[in-house]
């Protein structure tokens, strides 16, 4: 059964809705057990889809997850949980959009109610190289088949009236790429389904359950060593964002990757107002606003390289001066809190997805900024690849290889400050 139903009745839910009658943990909590025939690290959003469609589409239930926190406590849960597939290398494009319609049915699969908004998706264009750049994503994003093209001032102020489209303002809006499939999704919600659903399918979830080793003979992984006890397992799936480097360094695999903070913010709820998402690239901000009215924002990367997950005055005082050139209106909401996730960088800002020198180590790393909008199609390809030791076309370019031989795949375009 692939579809997880509700454990209960509508008159049993009633029931312990209308009384004080305990609810059940969502997912279990085992015991740890000395073997598993694949061992997951990291329980964010990549490390439970993949658990999940192992179980769901390969019948692969005897999965150990790892999670030296909270489940979704990491980079699944510090995002802004933008959904969007408006990418520039053809490959990004199909690989973004399979999970933008993977998000569209994962409601209804999970039976669990992501609250998955696509409300459209505009990338503004302050200057003329700009507005090329948001053409040639066009293009190719048609010639995928997906849904993007670029509008005018004027139908870019229709679709967000809060927008300053005026010339008078320093950057001026000259147009912007629309993408209608865009959205945004309850992050919680999605981790909190996938864990349900894996769950349900017999996977094992272990949080407060750290790896401190990964133990490597004849150049293949034999299994991990964790604050809880050892698990023997001939796969370990590297599925950890900011510490992507340091597990992948107990197994004796270098990755090319950087860490950096990158912050965000949100405000006081107010009535709904921004019907889109907007991302401006030239200012490195991006905004949208929530069903509970609270506007969330974002920005580019820190310029430094960083495990802190602080936020910082400079990031607020830089973020408040490019939201209010966009839209003036602004000025007298309140800021109520911030916060940064960890973003591992890859030099052509596209992930690191497959097979490794070390056999049996597999890492689903390298996301960037854009991690949890590939939530769903990483779990997807990483359970094929595990399921059929082959690695599937959608993730082929995504390789480790490709830095030694010349084979990148620049996002950096589309990726960049485009959440």
């Known amino acids: 059964m692939r579809r997880p139903h509700s454990r209960y009745s509508a008159f049993e839910l009633l029931r312990r809705g209308a009384t004080a009658a305990p609810w059940p943990r969502v997912w279990r909590t085992p015991d740890l057990r000395p073997t598993a025939d694949v061992v997951i690290i990291g329980g964010g959003v990549h490390g439970l889809a993949t658990a999940y469609h192992l179980a769901a589409d390969h019948g692969l239930t005897d999965v150990a997850v790892v999670e030296k926190g909270y489940i979704g406590g990491g980079g699944s849960g510090r995002n802004t949980a933008i959904v969007r597939s408006n990418y520039l290398t053809p490959e990004g494009v199909r690989f973004y959009d399979r999970s933008v319609r993977l998000y569209e049915r994962l409601a209804g699969e999970l039976n669990f109610n992501v609250m998955f908004s696509q409300r459209g998706h505009l990338t503004l264009a302050h200057s003329d190289s700009s507005l090329r750049t948001m053409r040639w994503r ?39 790429l629309y993408h209608p499939p865009g959205g945004i999704i309850r992050h919680d919600a999605v981790v909190w389904g996938y864990a349900r659903a894996a769950d349900a399918q017999g996977v094992r979830i272990h949080q407060d359950t750290e790896v401190t080793g990964i133990d490597v003979a004849d150049g293949r992984v034999r299994g991990v060593a964790t604050t809880r ?188 400050v485009g959440h």
């Open 138 to 176: 066009a293009e190719v994003n048609t010639l995928q088949g997906v849904d993007s093209e670029v509008l005018d001032p004027d139908e870019v102020a229709r679709l967000a009236p809060p927008l300053d489209v005026s010339r008078a303002t320093r950057y001026p809006i000259l147009g912007a």
């Open 229 to 416: 006890g050892d698990i023997a397992a001939p796969i370990v799936v590297n599925c950890t964002a900011g510490w992507s480097t340091l597990v992948s360094d107990m197994a004796g695999v270098r990755l090319p990757i950087s860490t950096f903070p990158l912050q965000a913010a949100v405000t006081e709820p107010i009535r709904p107002f921004l019907p889109t998402v907007v991302v401006s690239g030239t200012l490195h901000v991006y905004v949208s606003q929530t069903d509970r009215g609270e506007l969330v924002f974002g920005a580019s990367v820190d310029p430094f390289a960083s495990y802190s997950t602080r936020g910082t005055l400079a990031f607020t005082e830089g973020l408040a001066a490019h939201v209010l050139q966009l839209m003036p209106s602004l000025s007298q909401v309140r800021l109520l809190r911030q916060w940064a996730g960890l973003c591992d960088m890859t030099p052509d800002f596209s992930p690191i997805m497959g097979v490794t020198p070390v056999e049996g180590f597999l890492v689903d790393v390298g996301w960037g900024t854009y991690g949890f909008k590939a939530g769903p199609v990483a779990g997807e390809t990483m359970a094929q690849l595990i399921a059929t030791g082959k690695t599937p076309e959608l993730i082929a370019d995504f390789d480790l290889a490709r830095f030694t031989d010349g084979r990148l795949v620049g996002e950096k375009g589309a990726a960049a």
